[in-house]
């Protein structure tokens, strides 16, 4: 749910808060999160840092609100889903992009956000009822956006729908609701 109010148009909602985005009447949907920026303890002056885990996450997360609101909509068959990195806070400079705060090592690769957006096409049935197809949709889209930027592959989504739990801080498994780790 976003966090503040929504502005209701012609055929469209418009929220804006975390998330921001708009809710059209043909079933699409634009959705905005922030990204969440780490400074580097080792050196104030270098690259902020981006850990994979929350982007990967978050990224599943929309690829769900985008499949339940196109279902919500009356919509059926095929649906494109694009991802996009943008920078918001002023800097054009290259983040370092890191696993997550507890993996070793530490160090990642330093590189600008991709120039082009990710895109894949799924099926808006299956991912609506079966959750790991929006994990499969997800893993494609960040896996694009992270091999753009020098990484070798997502750190907790894999390609067959499942999320690595032991990659996961307590937070994070608390978090994820509904999941069965042991399938």
């Known amino acids: 749910m976003p966090e503040g ?5 012609r055929r469209q909602a418009r929220f804006e808060g975390t998330p921001t985005g708009q809710l059209h009447q043909d ?3 634009y959705a905005a999160l922030p990204l969440n920026f780490q400074s580097d303890h080792y050196n104030d002056d270098g690259p902020k840092r ?3 885990r929350q982007l990967e996450l978050d990224l599943v997360v929309l690829v769900q609100a985008a499949a339940a609101w ?3 909509t009356g919509a059926v068959g095929d649906m494109v889903l694009s991802a996009a ?3 918001f806070d002023g800097g054009d400079g290259p983040v ?3 696993a997550s705060e507890e993996a070793y090592p530490r160090e990642g690769t330093v590189a600008p956000f991709p120039e082009s957006p990710a895109q894949t096409t799924v099926d808006l049935g299956a991912i609506v009822t079966d959750k790991r197809e929006a994990l499969v949709a997800g893993y494609a889209l960040v896996a694009d956006l992270l091999a753009d930027m020098g990484a070798h592959q997502p750190y907790v989504l894999t390609p067959d729908g499942d999320i690595q739990i032991d990659r996961l801080n307590s937070d994070y498994r608390q978090q994820l609701t509904g999941w069965d780790a042991g399938r």
């Open 5 to 9: 109010t929504a502005l209701v148009g």
């Open 27 to 29: 079933g699409s949907i």
């Open 50 to 52: 981006l850990y994979h």
């Open 70 to 72: 196109a279902a919500e």
């Open 85 to 87: 990195l943008h920078r």
């Open 96 to 98: 370092r992009l890191v």
